[in-house]
């Protein structure tokens, strides 16, 4: 008993735990004390809007529609339950490796039927030629972890159900941003819409014109046949413009895990203007995005299976107790003459293994090499994302302004041909070729538009959205009993 005591003590105190303890590589590259981008000097300062909750980011776009819609990816979406199903499962892993740290209980119990009349001393039921013994029995085994094999399985575990959430919230981020970039390529599919039935009206008011002096002799067929070329070619657009609003709106409906009959998003104006993020510091980027942080939590995962593996290089120590009642009689059971009890240590190890021990051991420690390299990937992929939507709201920004200006020159050359053709100084392919000039000059500056707000979700969701790294649900402690069903509580996860 004073040796049992003696390894309960060392269980509980936390000694022993065998491995390296986890800490945090650094990035490859240490974070800079700025982002290349916001060192321009043609950088324009975040707008007010910038300073609104991230945790709804996309509400700084002022859209209500919008604001209906990204509220249902938390609703329904099918691949973020997916993903708390997954997390779900994470956490019931940690419980069930946490199990081996309390004793195992069990029971046996039997009636038997015996033929004929034994020789026993003891008592004996006789049922015709037959008789009944009754057995019933308890046993106990514990596990003494010396070694900290079963701790570094918990921690291991623990760190992946946190990698997990991090993969959660990683998965609803991407949802909300591919939602966002679709809403925004709807509303500007409907915008080429409208300037395109603007167009197809104008043209079709042209080839009038054209016709009335075909009618009165003054120009040729083939102005006619132009203009009504013009035309048709311009009409086509429409429709085709048609198949890629339905497809926005379909992966709209997909998005808030609804088929595409249950959603109609009615045509609206899109965002007339496209608000500038400011990016913070770099190294705010570590704490910021979900993805570094399961890669992170994968990697203290890793870690810890280290220490598994090294622990099976010393012998397991198992506590065992049993205990039998066996009679013939079932009113005297329950008692000191009928019971037999066996209590005691045992050891078991592994001596000659042909160096399977050695090779898992290398192979753990592979794996946190590989999770490492992993995590430092992460980190300069993010990197390089916010550079690239930096990159793209500072020019973009440059690029709307001289397209406005390209777009004037285009109509008012437009103005000007068609007034010179109708006076009869110019051909008819002159006014086709500023009017396809200008119409041409309009779709790219939807473009530019359109591109400047996918910008600017593609740099919030590049910076994590409102997510924070500090959201993570705690380590679940060693011995502790927090259940999946009690984390799936937590005020942190939105369903």
Excluded at 379 to 395: C, N
Aim: charged share 20%.
């Amino acid at each position: 008993m004073r040796r049992f005591g003696i390894l309960v003590l060392l269980t509980l105190s936390g000694c022993g735990m065998v491995g390296p303890d986890y800490q945090r590589p650094p990035p490859a590259t240490p974070p800079t004390t700025s982002f290349k981008e916001t060192s321009d000097s043609y950088f324009r300062p975040a707008l007010p809007r910038d300073a609104i909750d991230r945790g709804k980011w996309w509400s700084m776009y002022d859209d209500h529609a919008l604001d209906l819609l990204a509220a249902q990816v938390d609703v329904s979406n099918q691949n973020l339950k997916e993903a708390e199903a997954a997390y779900r499962q994470a956490v019931a892993l940690i419980r069930q490796s946490q199990s081996p740290l309390y004793p195992t209980i069990g029971y046996t119990g039997s009636v038997l039927q015996q033929s004929g009349r034994t020789g026993s001393s003891t008592a004996i039921v006789s049922i015709g030629n037959s008789t009944a013994q009754t057995s019933i029995g308890g046993t106990l085994s514990w596990e003494i972890d010396v070694w900290g094999r079963i701790r570094r399985t918990i921690e291991s575990d623990s760190a992946a159900a946190q990698a997990s959430a991090a993969d959660l919230m990683n998965a609803r981020l991407s949802a909300q941003s591919s939602l966002v970039t679709n809403y925004f390529s709807l509303r500007f599919s409907d915008e080429r819409k409208r300037v395109l039935e603007q167009s197809v009206a104008a043209f079709a008011r042209a080839l009038e014109i054209v016709r009335n002096q075909f009618n009165a002799g003054t120009v040729s067929q083939l102005d006619v046949a132009q203009a009504q070329a013009q035309l048709d070619q311009t009409r086509a657009q429409l429709v085709a413009e048609g198949v890629n609003r339905a497809q926005f709106e379909h992966a709209i409906a997909a998005l808030m895990g609804r088929t595409p009959a249950e959603v109609s998003i009615a045509a609206e104006p899109a965002p007339s203007d496209a608000p500038t993020i400011d990016a913070g510091i770099p190294s705010a980027l570590l704490e910021r995005r979900p993805d570094i942080a399961a890669a992170e939590r994968q990697m203290a995962s890793a870690n810890a299976q280290i220490g598994v593996a090294v622990a099976a290089y010393y012998p397991d120590i198992t506590i065992t107790a049993s205990i039998n009642f066996v009679s013939s009689v079932l009113s005297n059971l329950i008692s000191i003459a009928n019971s037999v009890w066996s209590f005691g240590p045992q050891l078991a190890g592994t001596a000659i293994d042909g160096g399977s021990r050695a090779a898992q051991v290398e192979s753990a420690r592979a794996n946190y090499d590989k999770t490492v390299a992993t995590y430092r990937q992460t980190v300069i992929t993010a990197f390089q994302q916010v550079e690239d939507a930096l990159a793209q709201q500072r020019i973009l920004e440059q690029q709307e302004r001289v397209q406005r200006a390209a777009l004037a020159a285009a109509r008012n050359a437009e103005r000007l041909a068609f007034n010179q053709y109708r006076a009869g100084t110019v051909p008819y392919t002159t006014v086709i070729t500023t009017q396809t000039t200008a119409l041409n000059n309009e779709l790219t500056l939807l473009g530019v538009r359109q591109s400047r707000l996918v910008a600017s979700a593609t740099l919030v969701t590049a910076l994590g959205g409102g997510w924070r790294d500090v959201e993570l649900p705690p380590p679940v402690p060693i011995g502790g009993q927090q259940t999946s069903r009690e984390l799936h509580k937590k005020s942190w996860w939105p369903f």
